[in-house]
């Protein structure tokens, strides 16, 4: 077994604090990563909370996970010693099923395993995540990074990047289409990044006015202040897909007027509260809400690439591990821009 630092919860609600225990030692297929930069997820903050009542503790979160391959086992052929990589959301599945056949782990139908706060294949061990020292995963589960990517800068492409990208994909949106991105945080920003340079038509909705400035340099091209009614009135009816990445509770119905005909609200935000939608609202104007759930494998590969062809990544602050505390009540406040990442040589 190998020695592991990190930070972890101990219970519902518990700032966060050193613990060590042991990760499993490499197996055939195994990738053992040491870990150089976590990016700070607001789900961290949720599953810490229990807010979804499926938590498992003690807990160490994070799923945006950059580091070094320092070993692999004798079967693993797409990753080397030294090679940078990088963990997402998703650690196993059972890769088997239609689901994982087609390359969507995430949708896997016996149930996919997540980074942290779930149980692996064996049924008993709890997944740890990133917020520590070391990782070992199967090479399936492991992306490669590009050495175009700055490693720091690439660790919340794992999330919010794979998580915007995919239904932006999904959908086809593109050159002719009017997209509005609801909330400009961790999510938000990556998405204006990705919808424009895929060549659409970006509005950034945001109840922030001070944000309109960070909005158009990230790549939007209109900006709307949603609590001004003029403002709210002017944009009714008008966009091909909204893509809403907000975790806190709001009020769907007033987003839901803001399409055209035919549009598509896309839910990528997990508020904890449930959606409530008129029928009349979308049966009369055929009208869709769908959701997105980060991405598969494959996806996340193509994804990264595309970052690396294209110099995207993400806008963030380093931290040390020793305030990660502290930053989650600036998130919690919309105090960072836009998206906290760990130093982990700090722990």
Not at 78 to 90: E, F, S, T
Not at 153 to 168: E, F, M, N, Q
């Amino acid at each position: 077994m190998l020695p592991t630092k990190s930070y972890a919860a101990q219970s519902a609600g518990a700032t966060l604090s050193p613990f060590n225990f042991e990760r499993r030692n490499p197996g055939p297929h195994d990738v053992e990563i040491d870990i150089m930069y976590c990016g700070v997820c607001h789900t961290d903050i949720h599953f810490i909370n229990n807010d979804w009542g499926i938590s498992i503790y003690p807990m160490v979160p994070g799923h945006e996970i950059i580091g070094k391959v320092v070993s692999v086992g004798g079967h693993v052929r797409k990753l080397h010693p030294g090679d940078i990589a990088g963990v997402g959301c998703l650690v196993d599945s059972c890769r088997d099923c239609e689901f994982c056949n087609q390359g969507l782990e995430q949708y896997c139908a016996n149930g996919a395993v997540y980074t942290y706060s779930a149980y692996e294949k064996d049924g008993k061990t709890i997944t740890q995540g990133g917020y520590s020292s070391r990782i070992v995963v199967d090479e399936r589960f492991v992306l490669n990074i590009s050495p175009d990517l700055p490693p720091e800068k690439a660790a919340p492409l794992l999330c919010a990047g794979i998580t915007t990208y995919s239904p932006l994909k999904l959908w086809k949106v593109g050159k002719g289409h009017k997209i509005a991105i609801i909330g400009l945080g961790g999510l938000g920003h990556m998405a204006v990044k990705f919808a424009a340079s895929f060549g659409a038509d970006v509005t950034v909705l945001s109840t922030s006015p001070n944000k309109k400035e960070d909005a158009l340099k990230l790549g939007a091209h209109h900006f709307v202040i949603t609590t001004d009614a003029e403002q709210l009135k002017a944009v009714a009816n008008k966009f091909d897909f909204i893509l809403d990445t907000l975790s806190a509770v709001h009020d769907y119905n007033m987003y839901v007027g803001l399409l055209k005909t035919g549009g598509t609200l896309i839910c990528v935000g997990l508020p904890t509260e449930p959606i409530q939608i008129p029928s009349f609202n979308i049966v009369f104007t055929r009208k869709c809400i769908a959701g997105s759930l980060i991405g598969g494998l494959p996806e996340t590969q193509e994804m990264l690439d595309y970052c690396a062809e294209n110099n995207i990544t993400a806008d963030v602050e380093v931290i040390p591990i020793q305030q990660i505390n502290e930053a989650y009540k600036r998130m919690l406040n919309n105090d960072v821009k836009y998206r906290f990442v760990i130093d982990m040589a700090t722990l």
